[in-house]
């Protein structure tokens, strides 16, 4: 009786597994249960989960985890589903639980907004990609796809405001089986950003910025209202007025330090081809490298405009005098015989009157 049910079972073996029937001294391959199971469609089949599953690998025993995600099973209700479908005599290796995991394409939250970002890029008056703030209608968050769908992102719609900054942006992604693409829409609101340096401090008229008065933050473009300034460019700036702290600096909001201030004493320097003259004056305005300030000669006791060139320091440059020729003649190099000495004639720009040499 037992022989007869074991030749039954081998028979049935057989008809189900082929190539598990004996041939000469060949060892008949059994059906083996796997302890780890991975698969890419949503059903679970037979010969996922067993070794020599034979003609009966297609055979859908359960539903596949949802994308991405990992599920077990006691292998004991594995091995009464395989028995339901007229598989035996599996040999299970001691295993207790199966895991299934279903394989799946993740778009990470990062990849899809900068997908987004470069499909709006410098359209509806944005500017680069990386420049570009977005707001979602829905929160945003990893998404899990098929890994059929293995093609890259392509943008095949895009729709902006460029008024309210709105956004409608429609992807294609290319699959392996050759069907229709997936399609993925993203709808919200784009912002242009621009780092700034932000005031950690309130800060008065003439005050100069160190590094720890700024930090750096993005803020949107159009509130700004001018060109920002980088901390870079701000650090060692004089404001030309007060600002709160939380205010974003703007380039039109700094200038370079005062090197000479209202009242201070100053070197007036008178320089000429020649001659360089320097002697005490009071600054009547205050200015930076480069400005034109009115400084009193504390000797003559005139007031006379400079150029400031360094801390404390005014300087007034005189061009060399024009020689003028005494001539009927309009052209002295053509009537060289009518030509008398050059009378050198006293320049416009220069001083009221010479200063002291100290």
Known sequence: ??????????????????????????????????????????????????????????IAIYRAPDLGTTGSLPAAQVIAALSAHQVIGVQTKGIKEITVTRAARTLEVQDIQQAVASALEHRGGLGDAANISLSFDRDLQDMRLDPANSGEMQASAVRVDARSGRFDVTFDIANSDSVEPMRLRFTGRAVETVEVAVLARNVERADLL??????????????????AATRDRAVGMQMRHSLRAGSALKVADIVR???????????????????????RAKALDSGTE?????????????????????????????????????????????????????????????????????
């Open 290 to 358: 480069g400005d034109v300030v009115n400084v009193l000669n504390l000797q003559s006791k005139r007031t006379v405009t400079g150029t400031v060139t360094g801390r404390g320091q005014v300087t007034i440059q005189v061009a060399t005098p024009t020689p003028v020729y005494l001539s009927d003649a309009t052209d002295p190099a053509t009537s060289p015989a009518k030509t008398t000495a050059p009378v050198a004639v006293a320049s416009a720009t220069a001083p009221p009157a010479t200063p002291n040499a100290e």
């Open 210 to 227: 160190k590094t720890s008065d700024m930090t750096i933050e993005r803020r949107p473009k159009a509130e700004l209202g001018g060109e």
């Open 1 to 58: 009786m037992m022989l007869r049910s074991m030749l039954f079972a081998t028979a049935l073996l057989a008809a189900i597994v082929p190539g598990a029937a004996l041939a000469g001294d060949e060892a008949i391959p059994m059906p083996v249960l796997r302890a780890n199971v991975t698969v890419t469609g949503d059903l679970v089949r037979i010969g996922d989960v067993i070794e020599n599953a034979g003609s009966a690998a297609q």
């Open 257 to 279: 330090p005062d090197l000479v201030t209202r009242d201070q004493g100053v070197t007036l320097i008178y320089q000429t081809a020649g001659i360089y003259l320097t002697t």
